[in-house]
T-cell receptor, first 111, second 113 residues
Framework: RKEVEQDPGPFNVPEGATVAFNCTYS??????FFWYRQDCRKEPKLLMS???SGNEDGRFTAQLNRASQYISLLIRDSKLSDSATYLC????????????FGTGTLLAVQP | EPEVTQTPSHQVTQMGQEVILRCVPI?????FYWYRQILGQKVEFLVS????????KSEIFDDQFSVERPDGSNFTLKIRSTKLEDSAMYFC???????????FGNGTRLTVT
């Protein structure tokens, strides 16, 4: 089983739409969770951390379900600038706390 | 906002040559990483470095690769004898203590011809 599984998309949505991404992770020992976004040929950039109780940052809402090993990201009122690949990223603690990336979900917001 | 910086932004080298990719992590960070991304593929972990030693490395990080923190600010990745399949984007990252996220540099695009 892959460490992180996301629907690769692409998700083609009109401006102003609400879009949701789902993610499952396989390692129940994962301690911290993040959503990153990556623009084409650029570095991954932190979008937001994901907290157990769920959290919101402007138009973005993240949810975590540890029992189901499931993370979600909701984007409201999509903007053209939201077009990117969204990466669900658990960490594995220990000495390195490295991030393991999946292939992510590609979002294309259309005018 | 402090950031991770990488140089050069693009490196072209011939197969068999040695390359050194350079990174300046965020100054108060303690954990350092190299990742790579082959065009069209996912970001892959190479190595993590903490307390002046490698703390973890992936299968990709074979004997051709090495990392060094020669002074208090730089963190380098050396590829001893480059292969065509080493062509990729190489990202350096750093993080602070605890469950903080990684911060990535803007990458070095390595092209091996």
């Amino acid at each position: 089983r892959k460490e992180v599984e996301q629907d690769p998309g692409p998700f083609n949505v009109p401006e102003g739409a609400t879009v949701a991404f789902n993610c499952t992770y396989s390692n129940s020992a994962s301690q911290s969770f993040f959503w990153y976004r990556q623009d084409c040929r650029k570095e991954p950039k932190l979008l937001m951390s994901v907290y157990s109780s769920g959290n919101e940052d402007g138009r973005f809402t993240a949810q975590l379900n540890r029992a189901s090993q499931y993370i979600s990201l909701l984007i409201r009122d999509s903007k053209l600038s939201d077009s990117a690949t969204y990466l669900c990223v658990p960490t594995y603690g220990g000495a390195t706390n490295k991030l393991i990336f999946g292939t992510g979900t590609l979002l294309a917001v259309q005018p | 906002e402090p950031e991770v910086t990488q140089t050069p932004s693009h490196q072209v080298t011939q197969m068999g040559q040695e390359v050194i990719l350079r990174c300046v992590p965020i100054s108060n960070h303690l954990y350092f990483y190299w990742y790579r991304q082959i065009l069209g593929q996912k970001v892959e972990f190479l190595v993590s470095f903490y307390n002046n030693e490698i703390s973890e490395k992936s299968e990709i990080f074979d004997d051709q690769f090495s990392v060094e923190r020669p002074d208090g600010s730089n963190f380098t990745l050396k590829i001893r004898s480059t292969k065509l399949e080493d062509s990729a984007m190489y990202f350096c990252a750093s993080k602070g203590q605890g469950a903080s996220p990684l911060h990535f540099g803007n990458g070095t695009r390595l092209t091996v011809t």
